[in-house]
């Protein structure tokens, strides 16, 4: 199935099922930024497309910003755990070991960015999956990581929900 057919199924379910909004929301962003699953499931054309229901439904933006805030933040949570109990073993483990390039891009990203690489790689896909993994290889200190990762999370989840909110606000205003 292709990005775009499964968006679709998804934002499907949610409109017909509003009240799995907030659920629904916090597992993608959840696989989205665990380190193994978030290259297996890209769930922001997802995100933003629920962000269109909330500006066309009567769905409440705050407790799917929250919901899908923490499910990332939990993701790279697990990952940066995953890095600190596994250390380079990560390295050969599927399906990291069929993208080899990540990890290293990931480490020099990490070395050059220090904690703001935990925020600035939430904003892309392949740093995504493989920042909070190095993060936790490396033993960045707990407490930075964890800041800068709730953080960068709450401001990702708001981008994407928001963008769909306020594409679909313009639709109406253009064509309304």
């Known amino acids: 199935m292709d990005l775009e057919a499964y968006a679709q199924q ?3 379910f949610v ?11 916090f597992v993608l962003c ?5 380190a193994f699953i978030s290259l297996l499931i890209p769930a922001w054309a997802a995100l933003v497309g629920i962000g269109t229901l909330i500006g066309a439904s009567e769905l409440n933006f705050w407790p ?3 919901a899908g805030s923490i499910g990332a933040a939990l ?7 995953l890095g600190q109990v596994l250390g380079e073993r990560v390295y050969h483990m599927w399906p990291l070991s069929r993208h080899p390039g990540l990890i290293p891009k990931g480490e020099a990203f990490v070395t050059k960015w220090g904690a703001a690489a935990i925020f600035i790689g939430r904003f892309s896909g392949p740093l995504r999956a493989s920042v909070p993994i190095v993060a936790g290889i490396f ?12 953080t960068s999370a709450f401001v990702w989840a708001a981008v994407l929900l928001t963008l769909g909110d306020v594409t679909s606000k313009a639709i109406k205003w253009v064509w309304g």
């Open 15 to 25: 409109r017909v099922h509003q009240a799995w909004a907030a659920p629904v929301v």
């Open 75 to 81: 993701g790279d949570w697990v990952s940066y755990w």
């Open 64 to 66: 799917i910003w929250i």
């Open 30 to 34: 959840f696989a989205e930024s665990l």
């Open 139 to 150: 033993h960045m200190p707990f407490w930075r990581f964890q800041i800068a990762n709730f």
């Open 10 to 12: 998804v934002i499907e």
